[in-house]
Structure formats: C-alpha cells, structure tokens
C-alpha cells in the first residue's frame, strides 16, 4: 500500500497544475518578531508579559532564599511535591536546596513513581530545556533522565527557568532545539506556553481542565546559577 | 424546479432556531475578536500570511518528497507507518492496531479527520470503549451529536443543555457552572487516561526533519494521549506536513492567532516515537489517510490542501454564524467546508454548498494561509451550473440572461418588460409576492419596484452626447 499512496501523489504532480520544485522558501529571519537582544531584562520582562497574559505567575528571583520563599507560598501543608531532574537542581543550586525541600515538603522524585503514583502528586517542579519570550513558553522534553507526567498530572506545576535559557522568538526553536539535543532527538518534547484551559462552554474560560490549572514560572537570575543544564 | 441536495431544508431548519444564531454569534465574534486583536503584534499581517502561504505551496509541490523524508525519519524513531488510500482502510488499519494489542479502552484527543473517516463508530462495533477528551468534543459524543465548528465542536451548546447532557449521561448534580461542569469532566477523564489502552490524536502538523507529530491542545487532552497509554496512534491527512522545525514554528505563529486570538497554544507536544524508558509509548503508530487528498492535489482546487483547519474562516463568515456546522453533509463546515467537502463527496451531493455565502469575501481576508475561498466558491457554481446541477429554469434563466447582456436592444427591452411585469405586483414602491420560482426570493425578501427610468437612460439623459452607449 506505501507505494500506492505516494506513487498517486506522484502522479497528481506530474499530471496536474502544479509540478515546478523549488528550494524551501522560509528564511526564518523573515518569520520573527523578536530578534536577539543584547538586554537581557528586557527579554526577561517580555517572557514574564507574554506568559502572565496566557495565564501562569512569573516569578523572577535572584537569590536562593527568596527562592525557598517563592516556593512555600506556593506549595500548601500536606502537599506532595514530585521533583523532576534533581541531579540539574543540585548541580545548579547546590544539594543544601534540594536537601531543604525534602525537609519542608513530602518530597518524591517524579521519575520514581510507578504509573499509579504519579497520578497522585499535587504539585511538581521541573527544571526546563529552554525557554520562548515571544509566546511565554517553555519546552520539556521526554527522556530517562526526566518526568513528562509529573507536570501534567499535578495541580501545580513549578518550573525553573535559567535567565539565560531564555531566548527571543518561537523562530528560534530549531536553533535551541540543535544545540539541546544535537542530533538525539528525544521521542517527544512538550512546548507548553500556560496553565491548562478551556472555552469550551459557552466561551466562558475555565482553567486547570485536565492539565495543572497554576502554573509557576521561576526566573533565576545570574546570581544564583551559572550556565543553563544541558 | 431548483434541484437541492437537502443541505437548503437544513440551513432553513438551523437559521429558524432562534437560540442556535445567538450561540454562534458568542463564540464566532468571540474569537474572531480574538484575532483581529493579537494579529497587529505581527506588524505586517500580510507579509506573515504569504510567508505562510507560499511555504504551504512548497510542502504541496513537493509533497511527495517530504513524505519521503517524514516517514524515513518516524521509521528510524521507532514509529511505524501505515498508508490509507481510503476512509475504510484507514478505520480498517486502526481497528487491526487495536485488536492485535487486545485494546479495550481508547482514549481521543479532538481530531476532525477521525472525523472524516468516521472512526469511533466501528471500533464502538469492536466492543471498545472509545472517549473523546477535549470538554467540548465530550459534550458532543455524551450528547449523541457531531460537533458543529471545526475548533470549538460544542459552539451550539449551552450551559443549562451541558447541564442536562451530563444529568443524564453522568449522573451530575451541581449547578450550571462552567467551572463545576469542567471539573465534573476532569474527574471521570482523569480515571479515562489513567486506564486506557490506547491514545488516539490527529495531527496539526508533522515535521518532515527531524520525524516529529505535532498536536495543539490547551487542555493538555493532547499530552495525555501521546503519553499515558501504552500504544499512541496519531491519524493525519497526507497535506498536513512542514518540513522542519523553522516552518513548524511559524505555522504555530499563524495557527493559534488566527485561530482563538492566542499567541501559540497552551501545550503543544511534539512526538518522534515510542519512549524507551518506561514512561511514555510502547508503540507509536502514524496512520497517513488521502482519501480523494491526491485528486485534490491533481486538479485546479489544489490550493485548499493549503488548509490548516484554524477555523477562522467560519468564525468570520456571516453565513455560518446563522447556520452553524450542522447543516452541512460531512465534518467540516463553514466557507472552507463549502468548498473541501464538494471536493470529498462530489459535486452531486454538495452543489448546494458554494450558494451559502454572500460572497462577501471575508473568508478569503482572515484566511492565514490565503486559500482563495471566494475565487473557488465561484468557481464551483460554475461548475455545478455547467454539470446541470441548477436546474432547468436557472438553466434557461442564465441562458437567456447571457444572450441579452450582449444585446443592448434586447437588454434594454427586456427591463421595460421587467418593470411592466412588475408595477402591477406591487403595493407602496414594494414587491413582496412573485408567482413561480422567482417567489424563492421573495418568500424572504421585499423587492423594490424597478425605478421608472432605468441607469441607462438616466446616464444617457446626463451626458448627452451619449458616449457610453451606442
């Protein structure tokens, strides 16, 4: 059958109106909004706008305990947490923090639960690949090393964000996704750009449907980490 | 008499429902306020909707090739591939994936070309619980009814209707509130995706490099199904491809504003194949459909494979703000429905779709892609005035018409005949009741009395020296 298909498709552009090939004609530049901007305030003020506007908190921080801080208003008593990737959040914040955590809140890591667990998680903190400005997106991708259940699953979805992993236009997403990747291409990654909604009664929006209805955007800045996870 | 497809007894049937033109008057200016207010912040919107087009026009001229290169890629992923020429194989091949995995519970994220095959009927018949999950879609299948809007499926319900469909079909009792409907539905979909089988999605683009499915929720429907189950089957029509990550980006600039009025969606997950690690798929399968793509692809339509299903053109369309979706004899709806589906079902059974717009152009303004709707709803009664579809007195009507407008004797003497049929007919300037089939118009209009001298000879006696005419 695969023969069949492609060979009628084929045979549709040699017989019909259009059969001309030309080269691929998206110059990507072409297709921004933003382009690279050497203050990175103000690339952290247009991802912090654009992601409030589709519904999740921002929170820029610079030091470790406002951090903490930030996290505990977020996180209510009996709470359970899932945290994604600790060994990036060790590595990057140092394990005193991770260790803080676990004292604080019934503390799991998101990749050890079982099927049936996962679903039982209230809130989950994940370290991102990278981050969009023009749309207020992040991008999580799959693997063995991370959670891709843990932020959908729960009701509150904290991640941390690098300043650095912050880059400027959607049209950037080949470039971020080649030097995050290489040529590994994980078997899925999720672009996700606020909390779960929908309008789908009578147009009135209601949030958190089926995915996590608060989501927390933590800006790191210099300060407190060096360069973005790999 | 005018021949009707049984389309005509439906748009009057959904335009005499009083509450139907309210509700989709909501939702369509809704989003198409939506829009016009985020479009702006791509500065020069044109310039974006050409990019767009003329990367649609290149996937489609070389559609083959980038199939080539998307199956290759998937193919090395893990995935594995299947070809439908058909709607029956493609459901064929969908019910041979579940039996051969004992599938019992299949989880669905909104797809229209699922429904465009018709899928959930014959695994229904396979003994297999089928479940749609994105909340409108739910509505619609609890309700036994078809979605009416390619984005918004429950655009016709409202919230006291969602009341009753889930009173009666999942014992709710709370108030009507969206909010308490919404998590009444999260909580019986949440035990769905824990326990199903099988995902089932369709796809808004699939990357042809690197191999990647694509699929736009802002539920997070989309990340269930491709995730949680242990097979995921994705179902695409063989137009809906980009080439690589650039085009995928800004067919995701263009998707969600045009669409809802959003800058991209709230999810949109990315998927190359089965997970190797114990989270994620076992099994991912893509399922390529033509059904009738390729004789699209061949003949003088072809730029409506351009179509990204946005919907935009519904929401802007005077017509479908009055008739809704249901009207129409196959999934897709709306000014691209009238000119796709006579494409999918054959001009005998849709000739009828084309005359419901005012040619007012508007589908073709807000198109992102700039697909020539107009151009084609045109074209496509003159083909089905050609093909005999008219009727015998629209037949002998243009026939007569023709002959006249190039001769200005005939012409001329022809409107004095007109208004000296007319006069007699009518009361105080108007004509509210003609005999025959002219009465079609006036059944639903007045006619104003033909003015006692006609243009013509108003110019002529302006400019005396008569140029124009001779």
Partial sequence: MTSNVLETIRQALRSGPINSTESHPLEAERARLFFAEADRKKLIDLFAQRARSSGASVHVVGELNKLSETIGTIISDGERLAVDRPDVISERLGSGFLNQLKESYRTVVARQLDREEIFKINVAITPVDFAIAETGSIIISAGSDRSRMSSLTSDKHIALIWADQIVPDLMDLPAQFKRVFADNVPPGFTIISGPSKTADIEMNLVIGVHGPGELHLIVLLKGIAGNPPK | ?470
């Fill in chain 2, 1 to 470: 008499m005018t021949r009707h497809t049984g389309f005509y007894q439906k748009t009057a049937e959904a335009s005499a429902k009083r509450d139907l033109a309210s509700k989709l008057y909501v939702a369509t200016y809704r989003q198409s306020d939506g829009r016009q207010a985020i479009c702006p912040e791509l500065g020069d919107v044109e310039h974006f909707r050409q990019l767009s087009a003329d990367l649609r026009d290149h996937v489609l001229k070389n559609l083959d090739t980038y199939l080539d290169r998307l199956v290759a890629n998937l193919e090395r992923a893990g995935t594995k591939i299947h070809w439908a020429r058909t709607a029956e194989e493609a459901r064929e091949i969908v019910r041979r994936v579940a039996a051969d995995n004992a599938v019992k519970r299949i989880v669905k994220s909104k797809s229209m070309i699922t429904e465009e095959i018709d899928l959930n009927p014959v695994l229904e018949a396979d003994g297999i619980e089928v479940t749609e999950t994105d909340l409108g879609e739910y509505i619609v299948q609890l309700a036994g009814q078809k979605p009416g809007h390619i984005v918004t499926p429950a655009v016709h319900c409202s919230t006291q209707d969602v009341v009753e469909i889930f009173q009666k079909k999942i014992g709710y009792n709370g108030p009507a509130d969206p909010t308490k409907l919404t998590k009444a539905a999260r909580v019986i979909l949440r035990d769905k995706f824990r326990n199903a089988d099988m995902g089932i999605s369709g796809v808004n683009f699939a990357v042809a490099d690197p191999g990647l499915i694509a699929i736009c929720t802002n539920e997070g429907n989309g990340r269930y199904v491709t995730t949680r189950p242990r097979i995921y089957l994705a179902v695409m029509g063989i137009e809906r491809i980009v080439p690589d990550l650039e085009a995928a980006a800004l067919m995701l600039k263009m998707l969600a504003r045009f669409s809802t009025g959003q800058r991209i969606t709230q999810y949109t997950t990315f998927t190359a194949g089965p997970s190797r690690d114990g989270e994620g798929p076992e099994q991912v399968h893509l399922v390529l459909v033509d059904n009738g793509r390729s004789g699209i692809l061949a003949g003088k339509y072809w730029r409506i494979l351009r179509c990204i299903r946005c919907g935009s053109c519904l929401n802007a369309c005077p017509v479908f703000r009055h008739i809704g979706g249901h009207c129409f004899p196959g999934c897709y709806s709306g000014p691209i429905g009238s000119i796709l589906l006579p494409q999918l079902l054959g001009l005998d059974k849709s000739f009828d779709l084309p005359k419901a717009s005012s040619l007012c152009g508007l589908c073709g303004d807000v198109c992102p892609v700039k697909v020539p709707i107009p151009d084609i709803l045109l074209d496509l009664r003159h083909d089905s005035a050609r093909s005999g579809y008219g009727g015998p007195v629209e037949k002998i009507g243009m026939t007569v018409m023709a002959k006249a407008m190039r001769r200005p004797w005939m012409y001329r003497f022809g409107q004095r005949a007109m208004r000296w049929f007319l006069k007699p007919m009518s009361k105080n300037g108007w004509i509210r009741y003609l005999p025959g089939p002219p009465g079609g118009w006036t059944s639903v209009k007045d006619l104003p009395v033909p003015a006692p001298r006609s243009f013509l000879r108003q110019w002529q006696a302006n400019n005396s020296d008569g140029q124009t005419t001779k």
